[in-house]
């Protein structure tokens, strides 16, 4: 161990990486992320430094650049055919620097620490169940596994860069008789070379990146960098997760973040289901972000996935699962059994959730609930709130049945026979498929939109049909249902609403998108709205932003809308 720790200890000499850029023009967005990785690098966490922004702006010239933990010094040169490298500021442990610069077509280049590889032996000692669960998963055997070894990927650099630590490198994998250490994907791939944090633990500067954007894995999980040969075994996650709704905070919620009630209003509570950093700070207890740092990465992979589980669930519609390396059905009680994507809750769950503004998070939080449903849920939309119409995100209620008012109230449960798949959401909204041929490529799910009703085959003969009748059917409903209520605005609201707010007087005061016009009745006046309307109104806009228009649970979508139908008819006829 102590032969070790010397070798270790060896102080990383500095190693001039060539990353030279020219001066352009104008921010890049990715100047904005600073801190995060702006860039995806096969292998993960780059291991040396790379230039990912040169621009100019009113203080002078910003470069930002990437790589591991440490210090990096930024060179200029006024051109590069006959260098002459000057040192502008001194040792940067930001990878960001501002200058004024003279010459207005300087070059620059960043030298970096040596990237010194340790393996996650050295981990060990101090960072214990860590290693042993990113043990567990597949990511430690993506070096040995039988298929990687039978396609000559052993002895492949072209493969080895993502299927090993630091391939290509001095310190880094060469052959697993030489360097057995760092075979498999490891703490290295995503958190940068980590040998001198392991001699020099204390050591602020050194300790290691922990990155939650997707561009850290995205670095290895792409299809674009893999060799043709084994394109078919390689999905495009990072590609299509990148063109999903996921991919970042939306650009006004990254504005209100930022802005004067980001930290007592928006980041506490938004932040939970909008924002990646925020949700991650909740899930480990740790102080909330800043306003930049809130906006700075989405839905990303760390969100859902979490690198460091083994995770072995219980279906609760089955009582079994199954394991994923094997294929073979397990029972919870099964020890050394492991089910592991590394995902936080992939199977289905049948208990009611939410999570409302008023709900402290760690509170309510439940590892239990399907992943989807941890933010699809109607975040505790209730028929007497009035200043506006229930959230865009109650998928995971309507599918349950477990949202809306009926005649009776609100109902406790009408699941949907969808809602029983072993892995609810995910059956329908994460299809994965192996290439077929060059003109049918791999599909990663990850785009989370509905790709193939294939899956739909097993119980509908022709999904397609049955899709577009059921969605035709809801949404004209949903215009017939308007429609009354326009009526009802217009003919039988209360003289003070119909003159005020003509056809918005049976809306929420900031009306829903059923409607052009941004002021419906103020609070006070929503009493004045009966309450047949405003449960009408309710059930009607849970309908429409579920956004299936039917298809997650067409039974009770169906029943909504009926019922509020009935409510808006029966004041009509009043
Ligand atoms: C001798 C003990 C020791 C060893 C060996 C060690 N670490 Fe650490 N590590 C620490 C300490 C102490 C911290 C700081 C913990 C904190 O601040 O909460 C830390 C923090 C980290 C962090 C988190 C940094 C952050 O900002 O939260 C990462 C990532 C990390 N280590 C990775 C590694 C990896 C990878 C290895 C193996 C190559 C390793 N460590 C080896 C002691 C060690
Ligand atoms: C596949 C990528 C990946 C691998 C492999 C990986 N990590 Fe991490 N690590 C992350 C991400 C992403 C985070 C932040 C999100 C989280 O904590 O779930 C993180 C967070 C951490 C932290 C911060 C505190 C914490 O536990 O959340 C430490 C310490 C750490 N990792 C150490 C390690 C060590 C040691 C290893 C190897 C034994 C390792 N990691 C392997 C991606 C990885
Ligand atoms: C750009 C990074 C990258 C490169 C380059 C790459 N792979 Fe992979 N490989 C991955 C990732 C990530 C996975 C996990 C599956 C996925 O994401 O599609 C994987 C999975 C695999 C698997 C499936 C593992 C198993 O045991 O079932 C095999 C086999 C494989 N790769 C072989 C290769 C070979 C052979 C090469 C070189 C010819 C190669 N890969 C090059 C990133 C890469
Ligand atoms: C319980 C989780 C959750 C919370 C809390 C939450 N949202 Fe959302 N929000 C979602 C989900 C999920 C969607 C996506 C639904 C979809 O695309 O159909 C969404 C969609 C949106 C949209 C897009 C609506 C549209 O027109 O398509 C906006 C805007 C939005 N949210 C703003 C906010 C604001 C502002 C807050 C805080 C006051 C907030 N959200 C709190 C989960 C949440
Ligand atoms: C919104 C949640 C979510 C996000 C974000 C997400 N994933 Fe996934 N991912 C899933 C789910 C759910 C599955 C499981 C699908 C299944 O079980 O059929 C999955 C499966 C996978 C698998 C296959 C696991 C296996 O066992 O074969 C890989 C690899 C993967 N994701 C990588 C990524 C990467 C890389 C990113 C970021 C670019 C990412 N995911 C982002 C939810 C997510
Ligand atoms: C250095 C490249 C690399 C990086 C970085 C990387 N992965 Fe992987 N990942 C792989 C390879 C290769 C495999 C397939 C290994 C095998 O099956 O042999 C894999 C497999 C997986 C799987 C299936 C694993 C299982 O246990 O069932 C998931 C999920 C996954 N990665 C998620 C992530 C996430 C999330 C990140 C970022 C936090 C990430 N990966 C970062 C290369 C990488
Ligand atoms: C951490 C919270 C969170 C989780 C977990 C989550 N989502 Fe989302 N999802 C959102 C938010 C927020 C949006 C809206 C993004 C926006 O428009 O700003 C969204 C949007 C969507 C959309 C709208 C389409 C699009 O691309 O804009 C779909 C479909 C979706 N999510 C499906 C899923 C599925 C399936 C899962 C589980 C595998 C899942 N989500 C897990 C928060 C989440
Ligand atoms: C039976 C398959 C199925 C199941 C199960 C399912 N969905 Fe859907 N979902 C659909 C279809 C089909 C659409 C309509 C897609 C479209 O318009 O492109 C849809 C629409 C959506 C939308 C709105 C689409 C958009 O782009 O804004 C969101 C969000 C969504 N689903 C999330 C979820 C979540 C979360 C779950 C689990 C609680 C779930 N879905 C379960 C099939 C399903
Ligand atoms: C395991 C069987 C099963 C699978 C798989 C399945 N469904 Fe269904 N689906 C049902 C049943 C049963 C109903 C009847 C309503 C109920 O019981 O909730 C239904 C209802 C529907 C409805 C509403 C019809 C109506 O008039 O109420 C639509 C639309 C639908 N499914 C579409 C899909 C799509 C699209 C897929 C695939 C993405 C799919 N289903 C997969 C069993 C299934």
């Given at each position: ?5 010397a ?9 001039l ?31 040396w ?64 620490p ?31 596994s ?94 299509e ?11 006004e ?116 609930i ?45 699941p949907?026979?969808?809602?029983l ?131 997650h ?22």
């Amino acid at each position: 161990m102590n032969s070790t720790k010397a070798l270790l200890a060896t102080p990383g000499t500095v190693l001039l990486v060539a990353a030279a850029g020219c001066l352009l023009i104008g921010w890049p967005a990715s100047a904005q992320d600073g801190p995060h990785l702006g860039i995806i690098q096969p292998g993960g966490m780059p291991a040396w430094p790379v230039i990912t922004g040169i621009a100019r702006d009113t203080n002078g010239v910003g470069v930002t650049w990437d790589g591991p933990s440490g210090y990096y010094r930024l060179f200029q040169s006024p051109n590069l055919r006959n260098p002459n490298w000057q040192p502008v500021g001194g040792p940067n442990p930001n990878r960001i620097a501002t200058l004024s610069v003279a010459s207005s077509n300087a070059f620059f280049r960043v030298s970096g620490p040596a990237p010194q590889f340790a393996g996650s032996q050295a981990c060990l000692e101090c960072h214990q169940d860590t290693h042993d669960t990113v043990m567990k998963t597949r990511h430690s055997s993506a070096t040995i596994s039988v298929t990687f070894l039978a396609q000559g990927g052993q002895t492949n650099g072209a493969c080895l860069r993502c299927h090993s630590v630091g391939n290509g490198l001095p310190t880094g994998f060469s052959l697993l008789s030489v360097t057995p250490q760092l075979a498999g994907v490891q703490c290295e791939n995503c958190h940068g070379p980590a040998a001198n944090h392991a001699a020099n633990p204390d050591d602020p500067t050194v300790r290691p990146r922990v990155e939650l954007a997707a561009t850290v894995c995205g670095g290895c999980h792409n299809a674009s960098w893999v060799p043709a040969a084994v394109a078919a075994s390689h999905r495009p996650y990072y590609e299509e997760w990148n063109t999903s709704g996921h991919r970042a905070v939306r650009t006004e919620l990254q504005a209100d973040f930022a802005g004067s009630q980001g930290a007592t209003v928006y980041i506490p509570s938004c932040g939970r289901c909008h924002s990646g950093t925020v949700r991650e700070s909740l899930l480990e207890h740790e102080p909330l972000p800043d306003g930049h740092e809130a906006g700075a990465v989405g839905i990303a992979c760390a969100t859902c996935h979490d690198p460091h589980q083994e995770y072995a669930h219980t279906n609760v519609l089955s009582g079994l699962m199954t394991n994923e390396l094997t294929g073979a059905i397990i029972t919870n009680n099964q020890l050394g059994m492991i089910y592991t994507n590394q995902l936080r809750y992939p199977l289905a769950s049948t208990n009611d959730y939410f999570l409302s503004t008023s709900d402290v998070f760690t509170n309510k939080y439940d590892p239990d609930i399907n992943v989807c449903a941890q933010c699809h849920n109607h975040r505790g939309a209730a028929w007497s709130s009035s200043s506006r119409a229930p959230h865009h995100s109650p998928q995971y209620n309507m599918l349950l049945g477990t949202v809306g008012e009926l005649d009776l109230g609100t109902p406790s449960n009408r699941p949907a026979s969808h809602a029983l798949f072993e892995k609810q959401c995910v059956r329908c909204h994460v299809q994965a498929a192996d290439a077929v041929s060059a003109t049918q490529p791999a599909v990663s799910g990850h785009s989370f939109q509905v790709q193939s009703f294939d899956t739909c085959r097993e119980c509908h003969p022709q999904p397609e049909l049955l899709v577009q009748f059921t969605t035709t059917a809801v949404s004209n409903q949903i215009q017939f249902v308007k429609g009354l209520l326009d009526q009802w605005a217009a003919t039988k609201a209360p003289e003070a609403l119909r003159t005020k707010y003509g056809a918005l007087a049976w809306e929420y005061t900031n009306p829903g998108d059923l409607s052009a016009g941004t002021a419906g009745p103020s609070s006070s006046e929503q009493t004045l709205i009966p309450v047949n309307i405003q449960k009408a109104r309710f059930d009607l806009y849970l309908v429409l932003y579920d956004g299936s228009y039917g298809v997650h649970n067409g039974p009770y979508a169906i029943t909504l809308l009926d019922t509020a139908q009935n409510w808006v008819q029966e004041e009509l006829n009043q």
